[in-house]
């Protein structure tokens, strides 16, 4: 069943921060990263539709939406990051944020979040809130949460959440503006790039579960964690990848090839164009072959 809130004025109490590990989920070389780091942050506000923006910390991005009686915010990404955005949300639009919805548990995407808590409501999947705390993650902890479905509607803007299953975690989430026809997801659906390393927190025969629940939701953006926008076919065209993967790996390992043979043999090179293909190509075969060993039964 899926709840509905909306906030009409009543703000609500701020959620303590906790120090935590890091865990980094982005699929940028290491290189790139201190590059990143070395240079002044890529920080950019920019148009999805409506009044539906996207936030770009360098490597990083989350949306926002901006409504007559207030702002809902997603990721934070990070505290600086977190303190630019509220810094240029309050110049711009000089409007409160009333909610920040985490998209998964993972630091690189939701810490600082103590920067929003002051004014907004914390909203994450049940899941996500055990993690943060078990975790130490360095964030504010939820203070609404769910197990399946949610509906913010502040000043006329509708933001459904939704649980669709596992994927790159067990609390990843849709975020939808049904009416912009816009979503929003991290980690789980890059648009024409490669998924993360090895498929680390990864749940298989789920994963392919979840993306055919989103395929069949309404929407014609797809904006990721990462990356630039895309559309339902890019979705699509990221299913078709995993399965031809599964296959592949799956096929060689029946016939007792061994892991390095495998990853020389399997170049998925349908996909060479891809972003990460050369840093994460072999990293996901192993990945594969280790959740496809997991589920099956050898001779």
């Known amino acids: 069943m899926r709840k509905i809130i909306a906030v009409v004025g009543a703000l609500a109490l701020a959620s303590p921060a906790i120090a935590g590990n890091d865990d980094d989920h982005d699929t940028w070389t290491v290189v790139q990263k201190q590059e990143a780091q070395a240079a002044a942050p890529v920080r950019e506000i920019s148009k999805i539709a409506g009044e539906i923006y996207r936030f770009?910390?360098?490597?990083?991005?989350?949306?926002?939406?901006?409504?007559?009686?207030?702002?809902i915010v997603t990721d934070p990404i990070d505290a600086e990051a977190a303190k630019w955005l509220k810094a240029e949300i309050a110049q711009r639009w000089n409007r409160p944020i009333?909610?920040?919805?985490?998209?998964?548990d993972h630091r690189d995407h939701i810490a600082g979040g103590e920067v929003f808590a002051d004014t907004a409501i914390v909203v994450a999947h049940r899941r996500a809130k055990e993690v943060i705390i078990d975790e130490k993650r360095p964030t504010a902890?939820?203070?609404?949460?769910?197990?399946?479905?949610?509906?913010?509607?502040l000043g006329g803007t509708v933001l459904e959440l939704t649980f669709v299953g596992k994927n790159h975690s067990?609390?990843?989430?849709?975020?939808?503006?049904?009416?912009?026809?816009?979503?929003?997801?991290?980690?789980?659906?890059?648009?024409?790039?490669?998924?993360?390393?090895?498929?680390?927190?990864?749940?298989?025969?789920?994963?392919?579960?979840?993306?055919?629940?989103?395929?069949?939701?309404?929407?014609?953006i797809m904006a990721p964690g990462h990356g630039p926008l895309g559309t339902k076919a890019d979705v699509v065209a990221f299913r078709g990848y995993l399965e031809e993967l599964?296959?592949?790996v799956t096929k060689l390992a029946r016939e007792g090839k061994s892991l390095d043979d495998i990853k020389k043999t399997v170049t998925m090179e349908k996909y060479k164009d891809w972003s990460g293909y050369a840093q994460m190509r072999e990293l996901n075969v192993e990945g594969m072959y280790r959740l496809v060993q997991g589920t099956r039964r050898p001779n």
């Open 56 to 71: 770009r910390n360098n490597f990083h991005y989350s949306v926002f939406a901006v409504t007559p009686a207030g702002v």
């Open 98 to 104: 009333k909610y920040l919805v985490y998209s998964h």
């Open 141 to 153: 902890v939820p203070n609404l949460t769910f197990d399946d479905a949610l509906t913010i509607e």
């Open 170 to 220: 067990d609390n990843s989430l849709v975020m939808r503006f049904p009416k912009e026809k816009v979503a929003f997801t991290v980690d789980w659906i890059p648009i024409k790039a490669m998924p993360f390393r090895d498929l680390p927190d990864g749940y298989l025969q789920e994963w392919f579960d979840s993306l055919k629940r989103v395929e069949a939701m309404e929407f014609d």
């Open 246 to 248: 599964r296959a592949e």
